[in-house]
């Protein structure tokens, strides 16, 4: 119904940070809060989905209603959201997954005794939003959406993770841009889709891939939302 649009419907939201040891007391991680998930987590709900939040360590209360699953490393991200991802109609990841882990968790804490420096090799995490668009129902029924946040060309960068992530929505926040970034209560966003793709550009302006913010977009469309 009008209130409801997304009634019956199943959303897989994912939020916050992720954490990566390096020993029992000592981890990686970065300045996600989970403010955005959680508020789009909220918003689904509100709109009627079924709403599966998986988040990682943040210090939000659970939102009412909603099935909060929560993780730490980007890998148990990983597997929560793979479980979960056949039954969802939609899925936003809108977590800062960790691109990258510590090789090797020591069992015991590092000591500094001894040590004029250390090294951590670093291995790349898998990246879910990757696998969720290469594992999505061949029936075009679920829709995809990811972020990206970044601190230079964030038009272009975005436009290259929207199709080589599969997705069906990007939305793409500047860190430096005043009001969007870590741990704001308002974003700025510019919201990207594939041109010519029938779900999930409605409202857009389908120009036919030739924007207008001179980026080289490989016939993405784009709108700038406040
Ligand atoms: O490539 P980048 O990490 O900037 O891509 C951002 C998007 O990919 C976000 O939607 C993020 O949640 C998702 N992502 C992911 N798994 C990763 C890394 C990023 O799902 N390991």
Redo the contacts with the bound molecule.
């Keep these: 119904n009008d209130q409801q649009p997304l009634a019956g419907l199943n959303a897989l939201i994912?939020a916050g940070p992720t954490q990566e040891p390096l020993d029992p007391v000592r981890y990686i991680t970065n300045h996600s809060t989970g403010k955005m998930g959680y508020a789009l987590a909220q918003a689904a709900k509100a709109l009627g989905a079924a709403v599966t939040l998986v988040s990682g360590p943040v210090a939000l209360p659970e939102p009412t209603g909603v099935n909060v699953v929560q993780v730490l490393s980007?890998e148990d991200m990983?597997e929560a959201v793979q479980r979960r991802f056949a039954s969802a109609d939609i899925a936003v990841?809108?977590?800062?997954?960790?691109?990258f882990q510590p090789e090797h968790a020591d069992a015991e804490k590092i000591k500094k005794q001894g040590r004029a420096d250390l090294t951590v090799r670093l291995v790349s995490?898998?990246?879910?939003?990757?696998w969720?668009g290469a594992h999505q129902r061949t029936d075009g029924s679920q829709a995809l959406c990811?972020?990206?946040?970044?601190t230079e060309d964030l038009i272009h960068n975005a436009a290259k993770?929207l199709l080589a992530?599969r997705c069906d929505m990007?939305v793409a926040n500047d860190l430096r841009e005043p009001g969007a970034g870590f741990a704001t209560d308002t974003n700025v966003v510019t919201i990207l889709t594939p041109a010519g793709n029938g779900k999930g550009s409605s409202g857009g302006e389908n120009n036919g891939g030739a924007d207008d913010d001179g980026a080289d977009d490989n016939g993405v469309l784009n709108q700038q939302v406040h």
């Design positions: 994912t980007a990983f990841m809108a977590a800062a997954v960790g691109d995490n898998p990246d879910i939003l990757v969720l990811g972020f990206a946040m970044e993770k992530k990007l």
